[in-house]
Every structure is written in structure tokens, then in C-alpha cells.
């Protein structure tokens, strides 16, 4: 099995050779220094987010490659209707693979916190997730052999352990779910058949922009009429210490300002929350590129926990439409 750089280089051989020609040689068992580890795969799924680009996608990314698990009785590993094997497990590797680790690392963190809502849940996994490989360096995208950035990983590296202490979560409630649909143009007939109740929401409320849905990362358009986006956040005290003091360290992307305020979220009370507003403005360098990107981060800490939340900004040309 080879990879997809390698892979392109044997298929641009056989195009530009009359007579291609291949050897495998087997040169025994090589013992050497392992690799560093996580890598994305070429066909991890990636952003950015092209129906709602106020939203970062992908949120993490999990195991996915070669991976042992169950294989149905009713076809053979290969998948082939000419493949006769029946087998009981099969090594797979697919989006498909890490999706069944974080379903279950979901299980994990609602068993631990039986009252956390899926996004409470999602915000965990999310703010405590990694992007550094094991050698320190940022994780390798195998699609290009470049680092990758959020729109490739999201958050990064999903990290059970530290996900059931994650410290702070944004928490979203269905009204806000609602609000966030009413700011991208859903109409409350469409509305109705997420929430099954025909006469749950006229729209009369609804976010000031998608992208300000209480999602634990931060996606930013500048297009060539605005230079600030304002973004608001409310996060919960979900963890041990009830007076816990957080302070916010921004990491801002080449050719962005950042400003929090507060920059200090100081709680009182277990499950207390506490809003900060994040203003992103651009100095303008990049808007005579076409769909230009920059990456950083926002992190909080209180001295025990990192709060982590990815930074994305992409440049685009033309005006910003209104909803």
C-alpha cells in the first residue's frame, strides 16, 4: 500500500512511460524511529464550510486509518461481488471509522456528565482536542504533505482524558439552534420539520449573524465592504472549582486584530455562565487576494484547564450579502 503522494508519482510514471515497468523488492523486517503521529489522511473530510462559512467544519478529527473492527457476514472483506470470503472483522480505514470513536467518546463524556447536552458535549471534545503531533510540530496533512490548519482538522485531535475535565463549555439550547436557522433564511416551514411543531418559531428572533451560534470555534469572512466581525460567546463553569478565574490569551492570524472584553471571565457559582464578545478586524492586507486564509486561536485558562478554540479567517472578494 502506498500513499497518495507516492501514488501520483507512479500514476505520472505510467503516463509519460511507453513501457512502465515496477520491482518490489523485499528487503526484510526494518526496525527504525517511528514516525510522528497523528497525520490527516488525504480523504479526511475539510473545510471550509461553503453553505455557512460563519461555521468552522470539520469540529475534530479521530482514528480513521486501518482500523479493526466488525464486518457484516453478507459480503467479503474486499466488498466484491466475486469476493467469496466471509469474515467476522476487516481492517478499514474511512471517515466511517472515525465516526464510531467519537460516537463513542460521546457515550463516554454523557455517561460521566448524564446532564450535558450534545453541544456541551461537542464543546469538550472540541476545546480540549490537540494540534500537535507527538514530536511537537503541527499535524501533517498527507493530501498535500503541508501542515495542516483548522479547515483541515478543526479543533484538532480529539483527547478522551482531557475532555472529561474540559473546564468551560458553550452550551447551545434549541432556541438558539432555531435563531441560528431564522439568520440563514430558513423560513418557519422548513424550521418545522427540524423541531416537528408547525407554529414553534415566526423568526421574530434571530441572531444578528450565523456566526453567532455559541460554537466553540470562530469562523470569519472579511469580503471587501467589511473589515470587523463581531462574534458574542457564553461558556459554563462546568468545572471543579466554583469561583475558578479565567484569562483569555489570543493567538490572531497574520493580518487580523483581536480584542476579547472582557478578557477575564471571573465565576462565582458550579454551572454559572458568563458572555464575552470577540472582535476581529482586518488591517486589510489580504483583501486584494482572492480567498486568502489565516489561522489562530483563543484560548482560556484558569491555571489548570486550556480552553482551546480554533480561529479561522478567510478574505473574499465581492460584497457581503444580507439575509
Known amino acids: 500500500m502506498v500513499g497518495k503522494i507516492a501514488g501520483n508519482k507512479i500514476q505520472e510514471y505510467i503516463k509519460i512511460s511507453q513501457f512502465p515497468t515496477a520491482t518490489i523488492v523485499f528487503r526484510g523486517t526494518a526496525i527504525g524511529p517511528s514516525p510522528s503521529a497523528p497525520k490527516v489522511a488525504s480523504f479526511s473530510s475539510r473545510g471550509p464550510n461553503h453553505l455557512t462559512q460563519e461555521i468552522l467544519k470539520p469540529d475534530v478529527i479521530a482514528p480513521g486509518v486501518n482500523i479493526l473492527a466488525g464486518w457484516t457476514g453478507f459480503t ?3 466488498d466484491l461481488d466475486i ?12 471517515t466511517s471509522m472515525s465516526c464510531p470513536h467519537v460516537s463513542g467518546l460521546a457515550a463516554l463524556l454523557k455517561k460521566a456528565y448524564p446532564n450535558w447536552s450534545p453541544a456541551a458535549i461537542n464543546s469538550a471534545l472540541m476545546t480540549t482536542a490537540y494540534s500537535l503531533d507527538n514530536s511537537g510540530n503541527a499535524i501533517e496533512d498527507l493530501a498535500t504533505g503541508e501542515e495542516s490548519s483548522p479547515f483541515v482538522y478543526g479543533a484538532g485531535h480529539v483527547d478522551p ?3 472529561l475535565n474540559p473546564g468551560l463549555a458553550y452550551d447551545i439550547d434549541d432556541s438558539d439552534y432555531v435563531a441560528f436557522l431564522c439568520s440563514i433564511g430558513y423560513d418557519p416551514k422548513k424550521i418545522a420539520v427540524f423541531v416537528r411543531e408547525s407554529t414553534s418559531s415566526n423568526c421574530s428572533v434571530k441572531l444578528p449573524t450565523p456566526g453567532d451560534l455559541n460554537y466553540p470555534s470562530f469562523s470569519v469572512v472579511f469580503y471587501s465592504n467589511n473589515s470587523v466581525v463581531k462574534y458574542w460567546r457564553t461558556v459554563k463553569n462546568v468545572g471543579t472549582s466554583v469561583d475558578a478565574v479565567y484569562e483569555a490569551k489570543v493567538n490572531a492570524p497574520p493580518g487580523v486584530e483581536i480584542s476579547v472584553s472582557p478578557s477575564k471571565l471571573a465565576f462565582n457559582a458550579e ?10 478586524a482586518s488591517d486589510g492586507w489580504a483583501l486584494s487576494a482572492v480567498a486568502s486564509q489565516a489561522f489562530g486561536s483563543i484560548e482560556w485558562s484558569d491555571g489548570v484547564h486550556l480552553v482551546r478554540s480554533p480561529i479561522a479567517v478567510r478574505w473574499l472578494q465581492g460584497l457581503k450579502d444580507s439575509i
Open 83 to 94: 469476493d467469496p470470503r466471509r469474515v467476522n472483522f476487516n481492517i478499514i480505514s474511512g
Open 76 to 78: 467479503g472483506p474486499t
Open 161 to 163: 482524558n482531557r475532555a
Open 271 to 280: 454551572n454559572e455562565t458568563l458572555t464575552y464578545e470577540i472582535i476581529f
